[in-house]
C-alpha cells in the first residue's frame, strides 16, 4: 500500500536506505533536536525519534517529530506500548499524521523498570504485533481499532517494526519477524548488530522463507565509544550480543573512538554484501555527529533523491 | 491461592497507635497454607505487639481469633461479641476479609496486618509464585498451559519480545520468560504452528478494567 512516505518511496525503487536515530533531551527544549536534524539530513533518508527510550521520561516523540520535519528531514515516529491504551495509541497518531508524519515504528517498550519512573504503572493494552496490524488496518481498511470506520482522512503511515536477531529463542526470531510481516509491517529496523555470523544465519533464514521479498530490512548498527560502551552492553543489555574481540579491539585502540566508527564503517560495508538486506539504520546513541563520517565513508553518500 | 505476606511490625503498630484494645482476627484459608494470617501468625503477631507496646511504656491488650474464612459472611457473624470492647480490629485475611470485616462492623476500625500479593501457588516450602491475573478471560488453551498475561512482564500475547535471551526476562535475570516457556512446551507438543496465528487484543473489560466484577449462580441462589 502506497503512502507518502519519501523513505518507502526510496526502499520500493530499490535504493538502499540509510536512517539514523534521534533521541529527544530530558527538557523542554528542541534546540538539541534540531542541530541534530540538521546535522544528519543530507546524510539520512529519515530518521528515527525515540518513545522515552529505556523507559526515561524525555520530549515527546510526536513533537520531536515536528521539529525534525521543520529543519527538513523526514522523522518515524516510534510509538511504543508501554505508556499508552488503545484510545491513547489512535489519538496521538491521528495527531502525529496531522503534523505530516509519515513514518511509524511500533515496538512493545522498554519495561519501566530500567527507566526513571520504576514504580510508573504500565500499560500494555496492546502488543506491538496487534499495533502494526491495527495500523494497517485503520490505513487500508478505515477502521478505527474498534471496528468502527473512519469517515474519512485515515491516517496513511509507512508501517515499520523491529526485529532482534539475538534475542531467544533464536528458531523463533524469524518467525516472528514474518508474524509482523503478517500482521502488515513494510520495513523492520534490526537491533543493533555485532555478531555478525548470527546476523547471517537470521538473514538466511529470513531468505529460506522469502521474507526478504515481503519486507524491507535495515540492519541496525551502533558506533561505540569505548570498550566500556561495548562491555556494558554485552553484559547489562538482555537481549545483545556483543563478541569478545570487539571489546577487545576497542580496549587496544590508541584512540577507541575512532576505532569504534572505523568498526562501524567495516560492518556497514559487510552489511551490504549480505543478500536481502535494503538498508542500515544507525544508532549513535548520544553520538549522532558522527553519522555523517561514517555513511560517507561506507560509500553511501550522497542519498538518492526522490520526488 | 492468594498469596499474602505481612506488613513490617512497625507498620502495623503504627495503624493502632492510639489504641488500648484489639482484636487480631486470622483467617484458616488461603493464608493459612500460605504461612502469613493462620492461627499461628496471628498469636505471634499480637504477642510481638504486645512486647513492642510494652517496651514503649504503653501496654497493648490483645484479643485473637482465626476465622475459618473472613471471605464468607456466615463465618466472621460470630465475632461480634469479641469486637463489642475492643478499640480496633486487625484482620490476618486477604484484602478481602479486611473489607469484610469493616463492612459487617462498620463502627469498627479495621486495619490491614497483610500485603495481598497475587493468585499463585507454592514451588517449594516458603517459596510461592504468582500464576493467575484474573483476566476473566481465560486464554491458556492457545499459550500451553503458561500465561502471558500475568508471567511475561509486559502481558504480550504475540510473543516473546526482543528482550528475552537465555531463556530470562529483560527485567531480571530471576525471572523465567514466560514466552519463553511457551515456546518450549507448544514446541514439545508439536503445535509451534499455533504460535504464528496473531492473538487479537484482549478484551480487558472482563478484567479489572470493566470495574468491578461479580459473579452470580442463579441455580444455587436460594430464595
Ligand atoms: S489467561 Fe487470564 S484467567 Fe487464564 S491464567 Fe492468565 S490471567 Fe488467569
Ligand atoms: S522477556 Fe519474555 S517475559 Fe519478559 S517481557 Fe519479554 S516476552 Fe515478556
Redesign the interface.
Known amino acids: 500500500m502506497k503512502t507518502e512516505s519519501k523513505l518507502q518511496k526510496l526502499l520500493d525503487s530499490g535504493h538502499f536506505a540509510v536512517t539514523a536515530e534521534i533521541g529527544p533531551p530530558k527538557h523542554a527544549s528542541a534546540h538539541g533536536i534540531r542541530h541534530h536534524a540538521q546535522m544528519l539530513k543530507d546524510y539520512v533518508d529519515a530518521t528515527n525519534i525515540t518513545d522515552c527510550q529505556t523507559a526515561i521520561v524525555r520530549l515527546s516523540s510526536i513533537a520531536s517529530a515536528v521539529h525534525i520535519l521543520d529543519c527538513g528531514l523526514e522523522p518515524i515516529v516510534q510509538m511504543t506500548?508501554?505508556d499508552r491504551n488503545?484510545i491513547a495509541i489512535q489519538s496521538d497518531l491521528l495527531g502525529a499524521y496531522s503534523l505530516g508524519v509519515r513514518n511509524l515504528l511500533c515496538l512493545?517498550?522498554?519495561?519501566q523498570?530500567f527507566g526513571n519512573e520504576p514504580s510508573a504503572k504500565?500499560v500494555?493494552?496492546?502488543?506491538?504485533?496487534?499495533l502494526i496490524?491495527?495500523m494497517r488496518r485503520m490505513r487500508d481498511e478505515k477502521l478505527f481499532?474498534s471496528g468502527e470506520p473512519i469517515k474519512e482522512h485515515e491516517p496513511r503511515f509507512f508501517i515499520g517494526a523491529?526485529?532482534?536477531p539475538?534475542?531467544?529463542?533464536f528458531e523463533?526470531r524469524v518467525?516472528?519477524l514474518?508474524?509482523k510481516v503478517?500482521?502488515g509491517a513494510e520495513f523492520i529496523q534490526t537491533?543493533c548488530i555485532f555478531d555478525m555470523e548470527r546476523f547471517e544465519r537470521f538473514m538466511e533464514m529470513v531468505r529460506e522463507r522469502g521474507i526478504h521479498e515481503r519486507v524491507h530490512i535495515l540492519a541496525g548498527v551502533t558506533p561505540l565509544k569505548s570498550w566500556r560502551a561495548a562491555k556494558y552492553l554485552q553484559t547489562s543489555v538482555?537481549?545483545?550480543i556483543v563478541p569478545d574481540d570487539i571489546v577487545e579491539r576497542l580496549k587496544k585502540a590508541d584512540d577507541p573512538k575512532r576505532e569504534g566508527i572505523e568498526i562501524c564503517i567495516e560492518q556497514i560495508k559487510h552489511i551490504r554484501t549480505i543478500p536481502g538486506v535494503h538498508g542500515v539504520h544507525i544508532m549513535a546513541i548520544a553520538w549522532e555527529e558522527v553519522v555523517p563520517e561514517i555513511v560517507e565513508r561506507s560509500g553511501l553518500y550522497p542519498r538518492p533523491k526522490v520526488e | 491461592m492468594i498469596i499474602a505476606q505481612q506488613k513490617p511490625i512497625k507498620d502495623i503498630a503504627a495503624m493502632i497507635e492510639d489504641c488500648k484494645k484489639v482484636l487480631l482476627v486470622g483467617c484458616a484459608g488461603c493464608v493459612t497454607v500460605c504461612l502469613s494470617g493462620g492461627e499461628k501468625e496471628t498469636e505471634v503477631l499480637a504477642s510481638s505487639l504486645r512486647i513492642m507496646r510494652r517496651l514503649q511504656g504503653n501496654p497493648l491488650e490483645t484479643v485473637t481469633i482465626t476465622a475459618t474464612r473472613q471471605c464468607d459472611p456466615e463465618y466472621i457473624e460470630p465475632l461480634e461479641n469479641l469486637v463489642k470492647d475492643v478499640d480496633a480490629i486487625i484482620s490476618l485475611a486477604c484484602g478481602v476479609g479486611v473489607q469484610y470485616l469493616a463492612e459487617r462492623f462498620h463502627d469498627k476500625w479495621v486495619v490491614p496486618a497483610q500485603n495481598t500479593m497475587f493468585v499463585g501457588g507454592s514451588r517449594t516450602h516458603g517459596v510461592w509464585e504468582e500464576r493467575c491475573g484474573l483476566c476473566g478471560d481465560c486464554i491458556l488453551h492457545r499459550t500451553g498451559g503458561i500465561c502471558p498475561i500475568i508471567r511475561c512482564?509486559?502481558?504480550?500475547?504475540?510473543?516473546?519480545?526482543?528482550?528475552?535471551?537465555?531463556?530470562?526476562?529483560?527485567?531480571?535475570k530471576d525471572v523465567d520468560?514466560a514466552w519463553?516457556l511457551i515456546?518450549?512446551r507448544m514446541k514439545a507438543l508439536g503445535k509451534?504452528d499455533k504460535?504464528?496465528e496473531?492473538?487479537?487484543?484482549k478484551d480487558?473489560s472482563k478484567s479489572r478494567d470493566g470495574g468491578p466484577r461479580k459473579a452470580i449462580r442463579e441455580d444455587v441462589m436460594i430464595g
Open positions: 506500548c508501554r488503545r512493545s517498550g522498554d519495561h523498570k504500565n500494555y493494552d496492546i502488543d506491538s504485533i496487534q496490524y491495527l481499532f523491529v526485529a532482534n539475538f534475542a531467544d529463542p523463533f518467525a516472528r514474518e508474524k503478517e500482521a537491533q538482555s537481549g545483545m | 512482564s509486559k502481558s504480550i500475547l504475540n510473543g516473546p519480545c526482543g528482550g528475552s535471551q537465555y531463556g530470562k526476562c529483560e527485567i531480571s520468560c519463553q515456546y518450549d509451534l504460535l504464528m496473531i492473538q487479537p487484543p480487558w
